[in-house]
């Protein structure tokens, strides 16, 4: 292990940073199924009621939110010959394959609450520790400003494909008749249980972290709370808390949305958002390339302004043409990655300002703090399932179907709300005050205090 400063730091091989990228594949997995699989498969398949679904994801999220910022402390803190995010990655690896096993393979009709609810806290708790991990070896393996963008656009687009092949794994399940949606939510658990240790091993093998300078981070509240007060860090949390809560609305009223309101069945549904993830890949790298051109916060303000008016208008199609649907959803999904990857690249960004100023690498904690504003968006995008129960809506309706003011209450809560959000994202970013030449001068003094130290 060795310092690589900004100047001299290599430019990854696209062989390294899809090693690096690989564990994305299965941790995609669980961010789809967190948001819009489970909460829908617990409340039909298993049979909880749609607010009981609710309140105990709501519940089991805010609990997790209180962890990030240990889990961030304590790899600010970390030091071993094995780098200081690696050993969090590999501890990740084995509590994510039994919390996998058990939520989607093992779990049976007539399952109580407190069965969620547990494996579920468990499941989040090895989420955090392994999502952070990467996440903050991804800040350190590549610290130039345009190199960073490319490093999460490579994590980015692994993250989507990992989306697709679980989305996909249920159809074929169903198309091909080798059983009904249940037997295909177990097969992608078993998919995630495979996956984990093969994805997370060869990264372990094939990518180096590297190691920066930077004094040991005091655990402190009034420190931590500092960070609130960064023009800097309070524009990204606004803005990643708005992101969060927009495509969280969409992935937990997706199936009622075009099932009740436009007449598709769940595996045409289902193939919507394959679709929309599809095109999210293959817009990710304009908007990497973009971002290098304009600025990430540029070029985020802008991703988010189509999102919003592309999705809004997708949404808009009337039903009884699924080839239409489904071309209208894939335009609308082109910008849906440049939010992901470009805000966790300019917290990294951002942890590099707070190196400079303070002297103390919080990296680990910045990141945490990302991660929960994004789980709080998460939080937030499960109120409409409360709002429909308080509407009388019901995910599986009787002979008489759903109410008008339900199936009205579904189609503000699933059009209107996610386009404003993302619109209101684009405005909170206007002065974003880290600008990519602000950085470099960041990078460059940096540079030179760490070649003092090692001299």
Not at 43 to 58: H, I, K, R, S, W
Not at 119 to 131: D, H, K
Request: aromatic residues 12%; hydrophobic residues 55%; charged residues 10%.
């Amino acid at each position: 292990m060795s310092t690589v400063a900004a100047s001299t730091a290599p430019r990854r091989s696209n062989a390294v940073l899809a090693a690096f990228s690989g564990p994305c594949l299965p941790l995609a997995a669980f961010g789809v199924a967190l948001p819009v699989t489970l909460p829908e498969f617990y409340a039909t398949f298993v049979g909880l009621e749609l607010g009981v679904v609710a309140a105990v994801f709501m519940a089991v999220r805010l609990i997790d939110i209180v962890f990030d910022p240990f889990i961030g402390w304590g790899m600010d803190r970390t030091k071993t010959r094995f780098g200081r995010y690696r050993p969090w990655m590999a501890l990740s690896t084995p509590m994510l394959m039994l919390a996998a096993f058990m939520m989607f393979v093992v779990v049976q009709p007539g399952a109580p609450a407190v069965y969620l609810f547990g494996w579920l806290l468990f499941l989040y708790l090895g989420f955090s520790i392994g999502t952070l991990g990467q996440l903050g070896w991804a800040a350190v393996l590549a610290p130039q400003y345009d190199q960073r963008s490319r490093v999460y656009g490579w994590w980015q687009v692994f993250n989507i494909i990992g989306v697709v092949l679980i989305l996909v794994l249920p159809t074929i399940v169903v198309k091909t008749g080798v059983g009904d949606y249940a037997a295909g939510v177990r097969i992608m658990g078993w998919a995630i249980v495979i996956a984990l240790p093969v994805t997370i091993g060869l990264a372990m093998v094939a990518v180096p972290e590297p190691v920066t300078k930077g004094d040991q981070p005091h655990g402190s509240l009034k420190a931590y709370l500092s960070l609130l007060g960064q023009k800097t860090v309070r524009k990204l949390l606004i803005a990643d808390l708005l992101l969060g809560v927009a495509p969280g609305i969409t992935g937990s009223l997706l199936f009622f949305f075009f099932g009740q309101i436009r007449g598709y069945d769940h595996t045409q549904a289902g193939l919507f958002m394959l679709v929309y993830f599809v095109a999210g890949l293959c817009g990710a790298p304009f908007w990497a390339w973009f971002a290098t051109r304009v600025g990430k916060d540029r070029g985020l303000a802008v991703a988010s302004i189509v999102s919003a008016v592309l999705y809004v208008g997708a949404t808009l199609v009337p039903g009884g043409n699924f080839a239409l649907t489904a071309v209208v959803m894939f335009i609308a999904g082109l910008p849906y990655a440049a939010g992901l990857f470009l805000t966790r690249a300019m917290m990294a960004d951002a942890g590099d300002e707070e190196r400079f100023e303070t002297g103390v690498d919080r990296t680990g904690l910045m990141l945490s703090i990302l991660s929960a504003t994004t789980k709080i968006g998460h939080v937030v995008a499960l109120i409409p399932y409360l709002i429909l129960q308080w509407v009388g809506f019901r995910a599986v309706p009787g002979a008489t179907g759903n109410s008008e003011t339900a199936l009205i209450t579904l189609q503000v809560l699933f059009i209107a709300v996610p386009g404003v959000l993302l619109a209101l994202a684009a405005v909170t970013l206007k002065n974003y005050p880290l600008t990519a030449e602000r950085h470099d001068a960041i990078r460059k003094a940096l540079d030179q205090r760490d070649a003092e130290v090692r001299a």
